[in-house]
Structure formats: structure tokens, C-alpha cells
């Protein structure tokens, strides 16, 4: 057995998030594409007597107890084997943390790879895809990345035809602190009581990822934007700012507050950047679609 087994997993962004009203046991059903783009965290597993999870990188406002997301994986997977072992798991950050690009998502389902990998289980799909959607609704999509539709309460993700290498840029800003995630649905309901029991399904998006960029820009959709916008007013002048830097679209990145611009190429989203660092402290480019931890 090797020492240590290291799997990368991607973040996310939603290039249309559309959002009903809410379930009986309180989540939102919906339907979004997620697109996977090269900002990642990197996670290492090795054999140790208890379980502990280690963060480097820009780790901060990530916990290092039993709340992480990384160590629940690492939990359930044994569990679910039936195994009395334990692992350290090592996360290096590279996706902004509570930044609405499903960093902690990534990391669990990274973890549920490798360990699966390193010790050597052979789980296979149903296990992973069961237990990654038992950790949250984000992770089934952080196994398989690229683009996919995600319906349910986004935990069922089926992949999108097109193309498999990176070719779209983005432009992704953090605005400072956090958002939560149940705070925005909540702001969502009360600014939207007359949500749809199922949000629309985004078929000319779908039908539109095989096309130019600036097809897919004009069909970039968020619902929960209204909802973050609210919560930090500050994020308009954001996406104004990043338009009119030269960005095709900017919107929210799912729950917010960073934003995602989609840009005609690299040197635009270079220049976007550029500007908008003079503002903001963090600004990265970034460039999708990618593979998700399973790495296929
Ligand atoms: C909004 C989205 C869009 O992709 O991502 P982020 O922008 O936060 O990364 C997701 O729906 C976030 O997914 P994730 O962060 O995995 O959510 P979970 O852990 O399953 O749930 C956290 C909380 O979010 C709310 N929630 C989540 C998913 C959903 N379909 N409806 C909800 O109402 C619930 O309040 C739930 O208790
Ligand atoms: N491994 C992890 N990485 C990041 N955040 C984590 C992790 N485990 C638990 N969390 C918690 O999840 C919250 C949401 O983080 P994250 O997944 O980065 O953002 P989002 O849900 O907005 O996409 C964080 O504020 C943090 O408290």
C-alpha cells in the first residue's frame, strides 16, 4: 500500500440555477448546470490511528473538527465498509472558502476517492454517488465535474454532452465574507413566495453548451441571485464593474457572494482581473470545463 494517496477535486460554478419553491423536509428542488472549472483543492490521504484533518492554503473559516466536510466522507465511507480504521486527512485549499463554490462539496468528495482508492475498497459508482448525496447536495457533482444537470435538491447530477477540454474563461472575484447557504434559500422564500413547485428545466442552455461563448453568456441564470443582491447590496456594483471591464456576463455564483464573469478569452478575463483587483483583494481566472475527482 502506498503512504499517502492525493486526489484533486474542482470547484463549481452554476451556470443556471433555478430554484422552487420549498420541499416538506425544507430544501429547494432544482434545476441547475454546474460547470467544473480549474480552481482546485487538493486532497491526501494516509493511515493513521485517529482521524484528523489537517488545512492548508487560504484555509481560513475552515473548520478543522468534526464539522468538516472532508472528515464526514472519510467517516462515512468507512462506516458504510464496516471498517474500524482511521486516516489524516491533508486538504490543500484553492477554492475561496463559503464563496458559493462548493470548496467544502469538493473536498468530501475528493476524500471519498482517495480512500476509497487507498485502501483499496472498490466501492464503486452506487456507493460513492449514495454517500457523496448523503453529505450534501453538491457533492455527487464533485465526483463527476465537467458539465452536468443537477435536479433533486442538486444531488442528482447526470452529465452534459460537450466538450471535454477547457476552452471558457472565467473571471472570479470574492467579496470578503461568506455567505450563508440556508441564510440566501431563506431570503430566497421571502422574497419569492410564489416560486415554482419545479423550476423550469434550461433546455436552451443544454442545447446551447456545444456553441460560442457569448451564446452561452446571454443564458447565464441564477435565482438565487435576487436573494444574495439583498443580503450584500454591495455585489451590484460588483458585476457592474466587471461588465464594464470587458466581461460578457456576470452573475452570482450560486449562493454568493462571489461572482463568476464569463469572458470571450483568455486575455479579456486577464484584463477583467486586472481591473477589478484594483477593488477587490481576491481575484482569480479560472478555466472550464474540467473533471471532477473520479477523474474520468
Ligand atoms: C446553492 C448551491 C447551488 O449549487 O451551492 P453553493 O452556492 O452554496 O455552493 C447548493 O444548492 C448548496 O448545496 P450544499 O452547500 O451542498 O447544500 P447542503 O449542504 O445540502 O444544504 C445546506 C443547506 O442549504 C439549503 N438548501 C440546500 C440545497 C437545496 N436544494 N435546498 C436548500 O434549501 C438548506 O437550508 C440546507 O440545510
Ligand atoms: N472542507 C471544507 N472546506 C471548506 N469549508 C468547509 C469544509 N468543511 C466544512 N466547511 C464549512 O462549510 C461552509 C461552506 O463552505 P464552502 O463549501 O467553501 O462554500 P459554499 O457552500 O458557499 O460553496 C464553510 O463556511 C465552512 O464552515
Known sequence: MTPSTTVRAPAKINLHLGVGAPREDGFHPLMTVYHAVDLHDE????????????????AEGVPCDETNLAL?????????HGLD?????EILKGIPVAGGMAGGSAD????????????????????????????????????VGRNALGTGRGEQVEQLPGVESPRWWVVVPSPGEGLSTPAVYRRYDELRPDAPAQPAAPYRLVEFLEDPVAEVAALLHNDLQ???????PDLADLLAAG????????????????????????PTAERVAQALRASYDVVLTACGPVRGALGR
Open 243 to 266: 461588465e464594464a471591464a470587458g466581461a460578457l456576463r456576470g452573475i452570482v455564483s450560486g449562493s454568493g457572494p462571489t461572482c463568476v464573469f464569463l469572458c470571450a478569452d483568455q
Open 85 to 89: 480504521r482511521a486516516a489524516r486527512i
Open 43 to 58: 486532497v491526501t490521504v494516509s493511515d493513521a490511528e485517529e482521524w484528523s484533518v489537517v488545512v492548508r492554503g487560504a
Open 72 to 80: 464526514r466522507a472519510g467517516r462515512a465511507l468507512a462506516a458504510h
Open 108 to 143: 468530501a468528495a475528493a476524500t471519498l476517492v482517495a480512500l476509497d482508492r487507498h485502501w483499496e475498497l472498490d466501492s464503486g459508482d452506487a456507493v460513492l454517488f449514495a454517500l457523496a448525496a448523503g453529505l450534501g447536495s453538491d457533492v455527487p457533482f464533485g465526483l
Open 226 to 232: 435576487v436573494a444574495a443582491l439583498d443580503l450584500r
